[in-house]
Nanobody, 126 residues
Framework: VQLQAFGGGLVQAGGSLRLSCVAS????????MGWSRQVPGKEREFVAS????????HYADAVKGRFTISGNKAESTVSLQMNSLKPEDTAVYYC????????????????????WGQGTLVTVSS
């Protein structure tokens, strides 16, 4: 399985960016696809994900109401629309795909995601 992310860049606070990701390979049995982010010296943190079975969407509290995740299981794609960006959103954003059987209570745990994209940098200036 390979994931390739697109988007990212530099934006002023209050602006918007859109990230997209496409997965290839044996992806149809995977339970969830989404995004995490990481800043140097800190652990990777969950941002948002979409659960293919049922279509539920899940967000970190820090981005709820500002970010929107969407996806297409058949195409193995996921996007993250980021609005009202803040300087604290600056990070490398990683697309992620879980294995089969990811339970709902673990969906916000980056450790439960088996496959990762290369990361794309989002910089929000104040």
């Amino acid at each position: 399985v390979q994931l390739q992310a697109f988007g990212g860049g530099l934006v002023q606070a209050g602006g918007s960016l859109r990230l997209s990701c496409v997965a290839s390979g044996r992806t149809l049995s995977r339970e969830s696809m989404g995004w995490s982010r990481q800043v140097p010296g800190k652990e990777r943190e969950f941002v948002a994900s979409i659960r293919w079975s049922g279509g539920s969407r899940h967000y970190a509290d820090a981005v709820k109401g500002r970010f929107t995740i969407s996806g297409n299981k058949a195409e193995s794609t996921v996007s993250l629309q980021m609005n009202s960006l803040k300087p604290e959103d600056t990070a490398v954003y990683y697309c992620a795909l879980s294995g089969p059987g990811l339970i709902l209570s673990e969906i916000r745990n980056p450790v439960r995601y088996n496959y990762w994209g290369q990361g794309t940098l989002v910089t929000v200036s104040s």
